[in-house]
């Protein structure tokens, strides 16, 4: 009985354990769920850059920069410096609009999370910051 | 190459740079933000109607669903499409143990419950919390918000056609759950919140 016991234990054992394949992809899936964004956002940044850059090289020692910089801005279309503009407005206030969404919240947290208490005393929190952000050691 | 194409290509960079700023950062903060707050107000709803002496708060069926949206709220940055096909991929390659059974713990505190429409009115509360986060889901994936508008005539074929939000909220509930597994979301939400 006790061998069939410990028989069962080791055969439990090794199902958990995964083999150094799966091991090994599951260490893969598990870093590009933590940094999958992350990756694709600065793989995105660094085509932009490469293709800015290899435009310039193309130029190189062929034109002055202030000849340079002068045709650039000379070909600048008003809709593209427009539709900057006015994105750049509806950035910033909705920045704006946020910090003071999340002054606000600030504000009324403590004072609903005391009365709720006094309620409920055994009442749980989502552990985000008193700003509704996400904490530190989360991320 | 001349000046105008050159400035073309520059101006193309600089959109696509900031695209991505937008997109990325602002977007998925305005996304997440939206998110937690109508959990909160779900959660609110349901600490109202606790307090209303509807269920008691130390019942098992209360706390394990307020456990269930303090999970979401807190970890909702990593309640993407994305996250969850690598998280099934990794529970599925390295024979993870689910952290925690609440799928099936749920199910027993419901059964617990005596007063009918408390328990349904509990599951009308679970229901929406579910349709938030796959809500969430569907609109940060464009394979996700694809599959669901494809499921939308369909349905319209199988039970007429209704108004748009609740003819994608239904496809949504049919498809998402196909390529999801929404049990799992519901123990990693639940473990989460325990682990805090």
Redesign the interface.
């Known amino acids: 009985m006790t061998n069939q016991a410990g028989k069962q234990g080791q055969v439990n054992e090794s ?2 354990e ?1 083999s150094t394949f ?2 090994f ?2 260490q893969v ?2 870093l ?2 933590r940094h ?2 992350a990756v ?2 600065w793989l ?2 660094g085509y ?2 490469h ?2 850059a290899q ?2 090289i ?2 190189a020692g062929q034109s002055s920069y202030a000849d ?1 910089s002068v ?2 801005l ?4 008003v809709v ?1 410096e427009l539709s ?1 503009t006015l ?1 750049g407005i509806s ?1 910033t206030l ?2 704006r609009e ?1 910090r003071l ?1 999340r002054n606000t919240r600030q504000r009324l947290t403590a004072r609903i999370t005391e009365l ?1 208490l006094r ?2 005393p ?7 910051t008193p700003r ?1 952000e ?2 530190k050691g ?2 | ?1 001349d ?2 194409t ?6 193309s ?6 695209l ?1 700023v ?1 997109l ?1 950062k ?1 977007w998925a ?2 996304r997440l ?1 939206s998110f ?1 707050q109508q959990m ?1 107000a779900l ?1 609110d709803e349901l ?1 109202d109607f ?2 209303d002496g509807n269920i008691g ?2 019942e098992p069926a209360y ?1 394990l669903l ?2 269930s ?2 999970g979401n ?3 909702a ?1 990593q309640l ?1 499409f ?2 969850a096909c ?2 099934m ?2 529970v599925a ?3 993870h ?1 689910p952290r925690s059974d609440w799928s099936g713990d749920w199910k027993r505190a419901l059964e617990k419950l005596s007063d009918k429409q408390t328990r349904e009115k509990m599951e009308a509360f679970h229901g929406r919390s579910m349709q938030l986060v796959i809500e969430r889901l569907v609109l940060g994936s464009p394979l996700l918000l694809a599959l669901v508008l494809l499921t939308v005539p369909l349905i319209a074929l199988r039970v007429g056609w209704l108004n748009v939000k609740t003819m994608l909220s239904r496809a949504s509930l049919v498809a998402v759950p196909h390529l999801v597994d929404t049990r799992m979301i519901e123990n990693e939400a639940a473990a989460a ?1 325990i682990g ?1």
């Open positions: 199902r958990r995964p799966r091991w992809f599951g899936f598990s590009l769920r999958g964004g694709m956002m995105t940044l932009c850059a293709a800015a435009a310039f193309a130029y340079l045709r650039l000379a070909n600048v279309s593209w900057l994105s950035v909705y920045v946020r969404h709720e309620i409920d055994h009442r749980t929190s989502s552990q985000l509704g996400t904490r989360d991320e | 190459m000046a105008k050159l400035s073309l290509l520059v101006q960079c600089i959109c696509l740079f900031l991505v937008v990325l602002f903060e305005a933000d937690r909160f959660r600490f606790a307090a708060f130390d706390r307020r456990q949206m303090n709220i807190r970890y940055h993407t994305f996250r690598m998280t991929a990794e390659l390295t024979i143990s919140a805090s």
